[in-house]
């Protein structure tokens, strides 16, 4: 026994969660039919009378927006009802069933802060923000560190098309991102052994690239609180915790951000976490991956099956952790 709580981030998931006890949970739900989905979704009722409370989606009009062609997958997309109550958003716990108190998070007004080394530092509204920008539909692979993967309908815009918003100086390397803290709503918060707020980076080299998203959206439809709302980063070629939710603050910098996680267990976390099935998390293989809702597991892609976009950026870059 450890004499320290352990929490759940130092653990596998298929440890965590046994596949059999997750499997077998999935049928109950399943058996439990309309009823069930009500309950489990964290979706339906409870998301519906959520939205009443705030008033009705300002976005909604935005929705479904175009599929752009360019970013379509062979892997069957995963079923909201699986996504949608499986997620990792620690500022409402350290596991997977956090759509119910989620929901506690006031998604308006949404003010979102771009300073640091650009021409137009500001702060804006989500809603305006939103309009300002291409919006269109992705299908994305997602790959989280832990060893399961899931495939979605995204909607947002190129992160390009903000950094080009933004108007950066030659000084900006990176941009850092972070998310609200709020502990009266988010429990997890309270946890403060957790370095808080959520922060993650990239490189300006990586933001400009075609593949890194800005999520607004998913299913065709705003974003649900427990991916993020109102607005989330989406990187696929990297591990999923690179994917920074529900984000107020948006700083281009001249110094390479330390991460959450890097800040938790540096050993296991870095700042580039890009995805490679040859480089084993430290206590755990990258091999395969577990696709969410299915019995299947496949072979973890190098840079999740989209080297061709991005192994470039990192062909300088060989003496560095690339991979964790
Ligand atoms: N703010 C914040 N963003 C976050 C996380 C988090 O705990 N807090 N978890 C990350 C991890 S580990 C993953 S795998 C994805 C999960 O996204 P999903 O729940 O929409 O599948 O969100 C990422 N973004
Ligand atoms: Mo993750």
New binding site residues.
Partial sequence: MNIIHRPEWIIPEREATPEDVFFNRRRFMKGLGAVGLGLAAGGGGLVSSVFAQEGKDPTLDLYPAKQNPDFTLKRAITPESV?SV??????FGSHKRISGAAQALKIRPWAITIDGLVDNPQTIDFDDLVRKMPLQERLYR?R??EAWA?AVPWTGFPLAELVKYAGPQNGAKYIRFE?FEDSDVASGQRQFWYPWP?VEGVTMDEAMNDLAFVATGIYGKPLLK???API?LVMPWKY??K????IVKITFTDERPVSFWEKIGPSEYGFWANVNPEVPHARWSQATERLLGTDERVPTQLFNGYAEQVAHLYKDLQGQDLYK
Wanted: charged fraction near 15%; aromatic fraction near 26%; proline fraction near 0%.
């Fill in positions: 996504t499986y997620n990792n958003f620690y500022e997602h989280c560190v899931m998310t959520y427990q991916y993020g989330r999923g915790f994917s920074i939710k529900s």
